[in-house]
């Protein structure tokens, strides 16, 4: 299958800073990227979808401010957490999906710890 | 809307016997549907998926699925469990009708493998 690389798998911020993950498609064009966070022992959840080159659509209660998603271009996208709080430490996961395919391929994942 | 439902958020099953994962989606339009795996701070790997093709779906590590329409249903089973199949799994559904259709989560069922 198609290879989605997230970098970094795991992250450790203060509190007030802002975080970049980054997710790359490595062998084929990302039309669309997922955005998903996931709680311990919970479901993902989708945050926001993003086609490159267009503005990310947002999931209800997701605060587009907070969560700044960029896809400028078919093989990266990125997640920024602005002013992370504790409350924002969790497991964020990103997936990507060819125009031609029809799963989603995912990265292995981002551990973000706010201190 | 879409959406999944999985039956059971913990499966217990002995080594050598039937593994069974039930799965029931909900879809305005014809769905895909996905079963995933995930491993421990992992991103997540797809198992099989069906795409209005073949109802019985086989996929990686000797799962497989059927699509039954009538039922509603997706539910995965695997003849005869290993130790290597603890793990999370993650029923998810989208829409076929283009590359940009989110791809809805189960809450997941939690499969452990008793010696």
């Known amino acids: 299958g198609a290879v989605v690389s997230q970098h970094p798998s795991w992250v450790i911020c203060k509190s007030g800073t802002s975080v970049k993950i980054e997710c790359r498609s490595l062998?084929?064009?990302?039309?669309?990227m997922f955005w998903y966070r996931q709680f311990p022992k919970q479901s993902l959840m989708l945050m926001a979808t993003s086609n490159e080159g267009s503005k990310a659509t947002y999931e209800q209660g997701v605060e587009k401010d907070k969560f700044l998603i960029n896809h400028a271009s078919l093989t990266l996208s990125t997640l920024t957490v602005t002013s992370a709080h504790p409350e924002d430490s969790s497991f964020y996961i990103c997936?990507?999906?060819?125009?031609?395919?029809?799963?989603?391929?995912f990265g292995q994942g981002t551990r973000l710890t706010v201190v | 809307a879409q959406s999944v439902t999985q039956l059971g958020s913990h499966v217990s099953v002995s080594e050598g016997a039937l593994v069974l994962l039930r799965c029931n989606y909900s879809s305005s339009v014809p769905p895909y549907l996905f079963w995933y795996v995930q491993y421990p701070n992992q991103g997540l790997q797809l198992l099989l998926k069906y795409t209005s093709a073949a109802t019985l779906v086989k996929g990686i590590n000797g799962f497989e699925a059927e699509f039954k329409k009538s039922e509603t249903s997706f539910h995965l089973t695997k003849p005869s469990a290993h130790m290597s199949d603890a793990a999370e799994y993650f029923c998810a559904v989208s829409g076929l009708d283009s590359s940009a259709s989110k791809i809805i989560f189960g809450s997941g069922t939690r499969l452990s493998i008793r010696p």
């Open positions: 997936s990507a999906r060819g125009q031609v395919t029809s799963e989603a391929f």
């Open positions: 062998d084929f064009q990302a039309t669309t």
